[in-house]
């Protein structure tokens, strides 16, 4: 495994534990109107982001109108379409049935991933990806719920899926940053018109002091930080191999409750957490054509004027 590997697997695996993190952090968070408070913690997280990308001096490409689409639609499906199809599964089904759905991510990707980069699907990775899936879905407890909510559980993994794939074609040109700050800065008006939609006046609200912390957490860790070493991880390692760690938000989720005091691990989340370490190194050890990470390409011209995508948000 090269140095390049390295770091796109210890991104992904970093990445999808922060993201883990987001069931614990989010009790802090239950009262606050739930489509307002995610257009507030992605404007935020997109205003971070812009000005990083600002003032790190390095020359990028200026997205095209196809990147602009693909950007839209990255945005609209992984991150608008997710949390609606979320919020809405809640109320039909189990939590557990909702994490099982979506665990089966690493399966997707290992077949849809190569296909999109015009390579085959590794037999080694559509097997691994399997082991982690079930190993994810037996942390999450399987669960059960009815027909709508399984179609909504089901929505919420279309919308996973997109955010990982609709990226591959962005990250060579625009690189991971901007596709980070792009598709936040994008989805906060989406989430925010949902909220209005929902809530009407009260999609907005002054915070608590407990609501305004799990907010800055997630705007900076969950989203952030969890954003930019994904997307580098899918350059580095390709979303198939890259996939394989989702299987390890259950498993984080599970140490985070522990930690927190609010649960401990039973014998179904120890097995769980196994497989999906289990299949993680079965992945990452299988042989897979070498990828070159994928960053932007040196180009002369100047970055894009952070007021375009500031006016987005």
């Known amino acids: 495994m090269n140095s390049s590997h390295r770091r796109g697997t210890a991104g992904a695996g970093a990445a999808m534990f922060f993201v883990g993190t987001l069931t614990a952090v989010s009790a802090t968070i239950s009262g606050y109107p739930v489509f307002g408070g995610q257009a507030a913690r992605y404007a935020v997280a997109a205003l971070v982001l812009l000005a990083v990308a600002r003032f790190t001096g390095r020359p990028a490409r200026r997205p095209s109108a196809r990147d602009w689409l693909l950007l839209a639609a990255l945005a609209a499906t992984g991150l608008v379409a997710f949390n609606v199809c979320i919020v809405a599964a809640t109320a039909d089904t189990s939590p557990a049935t909702i994490g099982t759905v979506i665990a089966t991510v690493p399966i997707v990707l290992a077949l849809a991933g190569p296909l999109l980069e015009g390579r085959r699907p590794a037999p ?25 909510g399984l179609l909504l559980s089901l929505g919420a993994l279309a919308g996973e899926v997109c955010f990982s794939l609709l990226a591959v074609p962005l990250l060579p040109r625009i690189g991971p940053l901007r596709v980070s700050a792009y598709s936040a800065a994008l989805a906060a008006p989406m989430l925010l018109a949902a ?8 999609a907005l609200r002054v915070p608590t002091a407990a609501e305004l912390a799990g907010f800055a957490y997630l705007s900076a860790v969950v989203t952030t930080i969890a954003f930019l070493l994904w997307y580098d991880a899918i350059g580095r390692l390709g979303a198939d191999r890259a996939g394989l760690f989702a299987g390890l938000i259950p498993v984080s989720a599970v140490i985070t409750t522990v930690v927190l005091g609010i649960d401990r691990p039973g014998p179904a989340d120890l097995a769980g957490a196994a497989l999906v370490a289990a299949g993680v190194v079965l992945g990452l050890r299988s042989r897979v054509a070498p990828r070159e990470p994928a960053v932007p390409e040196p180009v002369t011209c100047e970055a894009a004027p952070i007021g375009i995508a500031r006016g987005s948000a």
């Open 124 to 148: 080694a990775i559509i097997v691994s990806a399997c082991v982690v899936a079930a190993g994810a879905g037996l942390a999450s407890g399987f669960g059960g719920g009815s027909a709508r």
């Open 195 to 202: 909220g209005l939609v929902t809530d009407g006046t009260a």
